[in-house]
């Protein structure tokens, strides 16, 4: 599976951006599609993912509220709606797909087997 993130950016504290993840490949290598982030010294960090077979959704406890995973129906694009953005946010956002997580995983970087590259968002105050 290859996977191409994009839509980063630069964004007012309280600003919002959209940021879109392409999917090819092998369709059966990526019914979880999820987002992580890494901010400069500090390790990965889940933040949203979506599962085609039911649709669900899992958020991390900071962007609960402010961002939505959300599926292009017909397409292989997952996107990151962001809203209310808070310069603690700022990151390089990675997307990554997975096979088969039980919910309990889907916020585990570990459990993903294919990565797209970095795509970099910079919220100022």
């Known amino acids: 599976v290859q996977l191409q993130a994009f839509g980063g950016g630069l964004v007012q504290a309280g600003g919002s951006l959209r940021l879109s993840c392409a999917a090819s490949?092998?369709?059966?290598?990526?019914?979880?599609m999820g987002w992580f982030r890494q901010a400069p010294g500090k390790e990965r960090e889940f933040v949203a993912a979506?599962?085609?077979?039911?649709?669900?959704?899992r958020y991390a406890d900071s962007v609960r509220d402010r961002f939505t995973i959300s599926r292009e129906n017909g397409a292989n694009t997952v996107y990151l709606q962001m809203n209310g953005l808070k310069p603690e946010d700022t990151a390089v956002y990675y997307c990554?797909?997975?096979?088969?997580?039980?919910?309990?995983?889907?916020?585990?970087?570990?459990?993903?087997?294919?990565w797209g590259q970095g795509t970099r968002v910079t919220v100022s105050s």
């Open positions: 490949g092998r369709s059966s290598c990526r019914n979880v």
């Open positions: 979506y599962r085609w077979g039911d649709r669900s959704t």
């Open positions: 990554a797909a997975a096979t088969g997580l039980i919910t309990g995983r889907m916020s585990q970087a570990e459990a993903y087997t294919s």
